[in-house]
């Protein structure tokens, strides 16, 4: 019930495509759906959020797509560059706490 | 404004030791929250702490792992007795307000040997 889901597991982009992660989630009482980008060695920044009133939300190259009904979020790094090689997670919570349930992470490798 | 601090940034621990990490939050933060991250894996809720109070600790484990904030000083999160399961990164975030943006702190790096 508490599981956040997440695909692929690592992904390789040439730069300039598409990088799309994947996520799904089975708790409906969930209600704030954060990305974090995290280097290594670093701990995990928040890069972009949102909410379930909306279905996209869109900062800079950065946009996520949420299907309430299948329960998904996704985001999508268009134009990805070398220096978006990280690893992402995606998480949800209730009431937008910090008590957060994590996805596995994808480890992103952006090719010059 | 520093960030959240952790420390120490790397632990090493013989089997049955004691550790201590510390995390200092950003100034005017009194929420603090601490995860676990397993090697090639996400980050799991441990305990949420409000200055003096444990908020939730739903995550934690039942035996040997405690957490505490007090009044004054940085909060603490303590492992007794630890075995070669626990080495993980450990990651403390604060934020000012309960349903404000965390941010995170570097983590301290636990080697159990």
């Known amino acids: 019930q508490q599981q956040v889901k997440q695909s692929p597991q690592s992904l390789i982009v040439q730069k300039g495509g598409i990088s799309i992660i994947n996520c799904a989630y089975e708790n409906t009482a969930f209600d704030y759906f954060p990305w974090y980008q995290q280097f290594p060695g670093k701990g995990p920044a928040l890069l972009i959020a949102?909410?379930?009133?909306?279905s996209e939300k869109k900062e800079g190259r950065f946009t996520i797509s949420f299907n309430k009904s299948a329960k998904q979020f996704s985001l999508h790094i268009m134009d990805s560059q070398p220096g978006d090689s990280a690893t992402y997670f995606c998480a949800a919570s209730r009431g937008a706490g910090n008590m957060l349930t994590f996805g596995g992470g994808t480890r992103l490798m952006v090719k010059p | 404004n520093a960030g959240v601090m952790q420390n120490p940034r790397h632990l090493v621990r013989r089997r049955g030791q004691e550790a201590r990490l510390r995390c200092s939050p950003m100034k005017g933060h009194s929420h603090v929250y601490w995860y676990r991250q397993l090697p090639e894996e996400g980050l799991k809720f441990m305990v949420y702490?409000?200055?003096?109070?444990?908020?939730?600790e739903s995550g934690m484990p039942k035996e040997r792992f405690s957490a505490e904030f007090p009044k004054e000083g940085p909060s603490i999160l303590r492992i007794q007795q630890v075995v070669r399961g626990d080495s993980a990164a450990y990651f403390c975030?604060?934020?000012?307000?309960?349903?404000?943006?965390?941010?995170f702190g570097q983590g301290t790096r636990l080697t159990v040997v």
């Open positions: 949102i909410r379930p009133d909306v």
């Open positions: 702490l409000q200055k003096e109070n444990i908020i939730d």
């Open positions: 975030a604060s934020s000012p307000g309960e349903n404000t943006e965390a941010f």
